[in-house]
């Protein structure tokens, strides 16, 4: 690959999504909070990126608007499909709505339910598969190829990357001189994104992905610095639903070795906490997917480069309501 995302890009792609996805807040963690909390306290100022505020619950409306507003009338016209565990699905349906167009998902079956009702609310056509996400990837583009549908692929093309980027750009913009920002990482579009648009804004600023230990291929990937796959038995076994991708996408693994520093893995009981946390210390709600970065921010502080400022990106607030109420019975039981 010779061609990589511009920051002229991302930053025409903030303005085609402005008034559709939200400037979301960055909100600056309490450290008195997590005192009352028994949380170690930083040594660092923590800010969280709050793409659960999104329309759809996630940053995924970034991306998929951004390429979807840039189809000729013909492509909208025949429609567009995708294949999604849940968030991305999301942010094509509504993305297709607001412009008009049909949407079809390809989901796996073992895709949260709350995120497979909120498709189907968005009007999209959901065609279900198995757990794979290659499983899924091929169904899509056999149906691609029937129908004449355009593919938004979830993560493996610029449109995608310069629009996830505009997340970055923002955390730039609205906090001048952090050090270190930390994006959770599965196919590589919000990390290879985020750190494109954070390195070409501010060279100095760190940029980290985090992401489960059970589906940790970008690490192996980024520090082997050969882009591996791992099967979906492996990735399929943790919480955090939208990072069982078994691949960087091509592309994203570019853009990933050119602008990431760094990557780290986290445990499923980590997730966890990081989940309480938030519940507990902030009004924020956390998919599990989107916690990992406090995690990696909380626990493995040692192992991330000094900052006096760190902004940690939770990614979605997709929450299962059963999961949620676990969290909050056993926050109570520990209160």
């Not at 329309?55 to 840039?70: C, D, E, H, T, W």
């Not at 991708?245 to 893995?265: A, C, K, M, W």
């Not at 997917?289 to 990696?296: E, P, W």
Request: charged fraction near 20%.
């Amino acid at each position: 690959m010779s061609e990589f995302v511009t920051l002229e890009e991302i930053r025409a792609a903030h303005q085609r999504v402005a008034g559709v996805a939200v400037r979301t807040p960055l909100y600056r963690v309490s450290r008195a909070r997590l005192r009352m909390a028994n949380v170690p306290e930083p040594e660092f100022d923590l800010y969280i990126k709050a793409e659960s505020e999104q329309p759809i619950g996630s940053f995924k409306l970034r991306g998929a608007y951004n390429m979807v507003s840039q189809l000729t009338p013909d492509a909208l016209t025949r429609g567009v499909i995708t294949y999604s565990s849940g968030n991305h699905a999301q942010g094509v349906a509504y993305a297709a709505r607001a412009l008009g167009a049909k949407a079809v998902i390809v989901m796996p079956e073992n895709a949260p339910e709350i995120k497979k009702i909120a498709t189907a609310a968005l009007g999209a056509e959901i065609v279900m598969v198995g757990p794979a996400s290659s499983e899924r990837k091929l169904k899509a583009e056999e149906l691609a190829a029937k129908f004449g549908y355009t593919m938004i692929p979830p993560y493996d093309h610029p449109q995608i990357i310069a629009g996830q980027g505009t997340c970055g750009l923002e955390i730039v913009e609205q906090l001048p001189g952090v050090d270190l920002v930390l994006s959770p990482v599965s196919g590589g579009g919000l990390l290879s994104g985020t750190a494109t648009a954070v390195k070409l804004a501010s060279p100095e600023t760190q940029v980290w992905g985090a992401e489960p230990e059970l589906a940790a291929d970008a690490k192996e990937s980024f520090y082997s610095k050969t882009l591996v796959e791992w099967p979906a038995a492996k990735t399929t076994r943790t919480i955090g639903d939208g990072l069982r991708t078994q691949s960087l996408g091509p592309l994203n693994f570019e853009h990933v070795l050119r602008y990431v520093d760094g990557i780290l893995t986290v445990t499923e009981e980590e997730i966890f906490a990081a989940m309480r946390i938030m519940l507990t210390v902030t009004k924020l709600v956390p998919e599990p997917s989107g916690a990992v970065t406090l995690a990696a921010a909380l626990f493995h502080a040692a192992e991330l480069p000094k900052a006096r400022k760190v902004a940690v990106i939770l990614s979605g607030g997709n929450l299962e309501p059963a999961l949620k109420e676990q969290l909050e019975a056993e926050m109570a039981t520990a209160g």
